[in-house]
T-cell receptor, first 113, second 112 residues
Framework: ETGVTQSPTHLIKTRGQQVTLRCSSQ?????VSWYQQALGQGPQFIFQ???????GRGNFPPRFSGLQFPNYSSELNVNALELDDSALYLC????????????FGPGTRLTVL | EDQVTQSPEALRLQEGESSSLNCSYT??????LFWYRQDPGKGPEFLFT???AGEEKEKERLKATLTKKESFLHITAPKPEDSATYLC?????????????FGKGTKLSVKP
């Protein structure tokens, strides 16, 4: 069984640029959620994708957007990067049969200069 | 407002010194409480799900318990490899499945 994978591991961007982060869900999981984790804080829910559609969104602006593909993998796109977007971005996958239990990937560390 | 508060923020133990971490929650309708372990720079690793008051779950040196207002993660005879940040989370009431509210975590350091 393959776990959740994310790419890239690290990324450095400058303010105003755009970034795309990628996630492959765990085998058998059809739902993907994205979280942002600032240093010293708990993860914060960005949004979730199920059946290729957004299925819930946290308190994040529209410049945070996403996609889910037929194979359940997902992308997180962030436009017009700001310094405060520097964080660890976590992808979590789940199966509807396991309720709210989320399994997390290793994360992508984004630094905005 | 749904909220999760963890205490203490940091805990330093000697190897073999048992202790407990606390997670207090405020949510309108509890659909479960989750414990995760997170190593520095890594993603959270799932430990336990608890669904109802009185429920207990164990894994090696860890035991999680749940009451109507809080959960405890008991660590018995910890080892240095138990050093990590422990996070608890609850689903947001009325949110989509998997929309979790996390606490800030308790950073545990176990010295040999």
């Amino acid at each position: 069984e393959t776990g959740v994978t994310q790419s890239p591991t690290h990324l450095i961007k400058t303010r105003g640029q755009q970034v795309t982060l990628r996630c492959s869900s765990q085998s058998g999981h059809n739902t993907v959620s994205w979280y942002q984790q600032a240093l010293g804080q708990g993860p914060q829910f960005i949004f979730q994708y199920y059946r290729e559609e957004e299925n819930g969104r946290g308190n994040f602006p529209p410049r945070f957007s996403g996609l889910q593909f037929p194979n359940y993998s997902s992308e997180l796109n962030v436009n017009a990067l700001e310094l405060d977007d520097s964080a660890l971005y976590l992808c979590a996958s789940s199966s509807r049969t396991e309720g709210d239990t989320q399994y997390f990937g290793p994360g992508t560390r984004l630094t905005v200069l | 407002e749904d909220q999760v508060t963890q205490s203490p923020e940091a805990l330093r133990l000697q190897e073999g010194e048992s202790s407990s971490l606390n997670c207090s929650y405020t949510v309108s309708g509890l659909r479960g409480l989750f414990w995760y372990r997170q190593d520095p720079g890594k993603g959270p690793e799932f430990l336990f799900t608890l669904y109802s008051a009185g429920e207990e779950k164990e894994k090696e040196r860890l035991k999680a318990t749940l009451t109507k207002k809080e959960s405890f993660l008991h660590i018995t005879a910890p080892k240095p490899e138990d050093s990590a940040t422990y996070l608890c989370a609850v689903p947001r009431y009325g949110g989509s499945q998997g929309n979790l509210i996390f606490g800030k975590g308790t950073k545990l350091s176990v010295k040999p």
